[in-house]
């Protein structure tokens, strides 16, 4: 009786299991359908809303709209200065391929010129015999020195610092020099020269004929060296320097400048102190003057001659004597001052100090310096006026002698 039963109950559970199952299909379907129906409805919304944008497009984005219409004469513009960059760039790439040629053309032979007069204390043999310079772009600065005149060397790699910038410095004054350019400035010479080659650059700025008729502006730190230069370019030309002097400030951040500054030249403060009265002063100026002045002429003397002179010392340790110079001097010159113009005048400057007794104060004082020790005697006007004026025409002679 139980095998019947289960043998009929069998397909009607098969039959339930297969209901079962389209069931839960069915049921998958419809939240299948579900799904898509949000999904349709989402897309639906979103292509409303793209719909709405599109139609409110131009109205969002009016400002948008007029600037790119604004922006397309400007586009048309660029276009139009490109195409000419594009046709003007190989002109000017190849202008500034030739320019080195063009600034430095034919300023070689001037170039070495100055080089060489920078540096007159130089061996002859490291003196330039000719100069090579770049007529392209990264080209070589190309040398040949005296002591050999067929080998060329890479100025930049045989030069010290201390050349290199001479030879810059050389350059550049030729160009200057090549163009009529009416002033130079060189600032800050200490800094810019090692002391090597100082005295040869101010020796070629104020005493060769280099920069004749040019405005020289010289700015420099070193008291000394502007000190020096006034010595050595006489009274006349001193007195003509504009100079200015920048102060340091007192704790109020502001620009000070003296200018009207006191001059430095030994000639022009004794003359100016014999205007004063000041005849102690006064001496005391003409003693470093004539010291700088008989320097002066030793060295120009020698440089036309025999140039050593014999100095009478009074011990081992004794100082010389600037009478017994400057009469010696006086002899050496006066054997060739007739070939020299000036050398006559340096001669009668010298003979008319020297006409002031050798035993006087004042020689006294000029032998040992002025110093402030107690003195019997007081200086004599007249003699003292007669050294000042024996100083000022001695710097004028010399001024002749050199050229000046």
Known sequence: MRSLSDSKASPFFAHRGALAQERDRLNQHNLEVARLRTMRATADQELATARQTVAQFDVVNRELIEAVAAEVPVVAHNLRVKAAYDGFLPEIQAYLAALPGILLQGLGEEARVLYNAFNRGDSPGDLLHRLWLPVAENGKIEVEFAGEPDVRYDALIVFTEGHIKCLGLAILLAKNIAQGCPVVIFDDVVNAIDDEHRDGIWCTFFEDDNLDGKQVILTSHAEEFLHRIQQELG??????????????????????????????????????????????????????????????????????????????????????????????????????????????????????????????????????????????????????????????????????????
Not at 337 to 364: C, D, H, K
């Open 235 to 404: 009274a006349r030309r001193a007195a003509d320097i504009r100079r200015y002097k920048f102060l340091p400030h007192d704790g109020e951040h502001e620009l000070r400048v003296d200018s009207d500054p006191p001059a430095k030249n030994y000639v022009l403060l004794a003359q100016q102190a014999m205007a004063d009265d000041e005849k102690r002063e006064a001496h005391r100026q003409a003693r470093p003057a004539l010291e700088s002045l008989t320097d002066r002429l030793w060295t120009w003397q020698g440089r036309r001659g025999d140039g050593r002179i014999d100095i009478k010392l009074g011990g081992p340790r004794a100082p010389w004597e600037l009478n017994n110079k400057c009469a010696k001097l006086k002899s050496a010159v006066e054997r060739i001052a007739a070939q020299y113009a000036g050398a006559p005048e340096a001669v009668a400057a010298l003979t008319r100090l020297l006409g002031v007794a050798s035993g006087s104060i004042e020689w006294g004082y000029l032998n040992s310096g002025v110093h402030d020790a107690q003195r019997d005697h007081e200086f004599d006007r007249a003699t003292v006026r007669t050294v000042v004026e024996s100083v000022t025409a001695l710097d004028a002679a010399i001024a002749v002698l050199l050229n000046r």
